[in-house]
């Protein structure tokens, strides 16, 4: 993948690395000015054996949540990541929109710029594939959680079988 700049790896927080839901977690998160403070009860939920797994993974690593800068000041330093890029998002106004797309799906092919890119979140619906497939020029792997359990193990091996296709796809291209 020399010729070609490593994949971005779009990192919601709410349901993804912060779990909510399921046993003992609330059913959906507090006020943004309480789930966003270092205090958040919940924090305990984020797994840290998950940041070094995310480090090796082989991508550029982008916060894409309504956390914005407070998942470098709170959730980075709870996995173990130096502070990471922010994506630049509308403003939060419900999950899904009138036209099915989730709020982050538009800014998120356009920060990518025509790069390959993971999305890791737990709110991605059909309408958001088919958008991402017939309007992003390059490959992209959108991978949902389930906001329950948020991401584990499992999921960044699946990322990262991904992203080692796509290293061989372009080195097959390189020959």
Not at 16 to 40: I, Q
Not at 104 to 124: C, E, M, Q, S, Y
């Amino acid at each position: 993948m020399a010729d070609r700049p490593r994949p971005i790896l779009f990192l919601d927080v709410d349901g993804t690395l912060l779990p909510f839901g399921g046993p003992g977690g609330p059913a959906v998160p507090g006020p943004p000015e309480v789930w966003t403070a270092s205090s958040n009860p919940f924090l305990e939920r984020v797994d840290p054996s998950l940041g070094p797994l995310l480090a090796g993974l082989g991508c550029d690593l982008v916060w894409a949540t309504a956390w914005m800068d407070s998942a470098n000041d709170v959730i980075a330093p709870l996995l173990g990541l130096p502070r990471l890029p922010v994506a630049d998002l509308p403003a939060y106004a419900g999950d899904v929109g009138p036209d099915r797309l989730q709020w982050k799906t538009r800014a998120l092919v356009r920060i990518a710029r025509g790069r390959p890119f993971v999305w890791l979140d737990d709110v991605i619906g059909d309408a958001d594939r088919l958008w991402v497939a017939e309007e992003h020029p390059c490959v992209a792997l959108l991978h949902e959680v389930d906001s329950a359990t948020g991401a584990a193990a499992a999921d960044l091996a699946s990322i990262a079988e991904w992203v080692l296709r796509l290293r061989g796809s372009s080195d097959q291209a390189g020959r």
